[in-house]
């Protein structure tokens, strides 16, 4: 487990040496461990991931209270460490919680989640976690799009949301009323700003009765 941090620490510029004790015991307290060999326990165990305690121990500023907890900044460049949940596809600006998972590292999902319930039974594997300010890249996420059912409708959809600046991952057809048809697109965007472009340019369509984001 100290290894694993030491080469975290190391991948971002520092070492336990740089940190301090300080630090070292302001972030113990803040996970409420007694010692570093039970955190370097739970690091080899895999129940925390190093370069997530790496970022902690670099915030900058004061130490915490006791039994407050800084959430972790998620840049959306840490690779396998973190994931994003397909449930509820979270993307920059929205309001998140991150869920300690086995072999998957931290998931990140939407407060509004409905898995959340289920999760929250076991508090110990949730991290405190919200956005970077500046994230260089682009995040999927589920929009359903209900039509009036006609030829052409679901290329002039497609087409409207190119115009948006926005790629498409993956479209499916739900079938409805002979009048209506469901339209499930996985795209691709920056936040919640650019999503919002998307769907007000799809919500003026003659064709579109009805454009929701989805969610678990």
């Not at 370069?51 to 039994?67: F, N």
């Not at 959340?116 to 594997?125: A, H, I, V």
Request: net charge neutral; hydrophobic share 40%.
């Amino acid at each position: 487990g100290k290894r694993l941090l030491n080469q975290a620490l190391r991948d971002a510029g520092s070492s336990l040496r740089k940190v301090g004790r300080e630090k070292l015991q302001a972030t113990l307290d803040e996970f409420g461990l007694n010692n570093t060999n039970e955190l370097y326990e739970q690091l080899g165990l895999g129940e925390r991931l190093a370069p997530l305690v790496a970022k902690a121990l670099l915030q900058q500023g004061p130490p915490e209270e006791p039994g407050q907890r800084t959430p972790i900044a998620i840049a959306g460049t840490e690779g396998m460490v973190v994931s994003y949940a397909r449930c509820c596809h979270p993307i920059p600006g929205d309001e998140i919680m991150g869920y300690l998972s086995a072999g998957r590292g931290l998931v990140i999902h939407r407060n509004v989640c409905g898995n959340l319930s289920e999760f929250r039974k076991q508090p110990k594997k949730w991290i405190a976690v919200n956005w970077e300010q500046e994230i260089d890249r682009e995040f999927p996420v589920e929009i359903k799009v209900e039509v009036s059912n006609r030829p052409g409708v679901l290329a002039d959809v497609a087409a409207q949301i190119g115009d948006a600046d926005c790629n498409i991952e993956q479209v499916s057809v739900v079938e409805g009323e002979d009048t209506v048809a469901e339209l499930l697109f996985l795209i691709l965007v920056r936040d919640r700003v650019h999503l919002a472009r998307v769907i007000r340019g799809i919500r003026r369509m003659p064709a579109v009765r009805r454009v929701s984001r989805t969610c678990a």
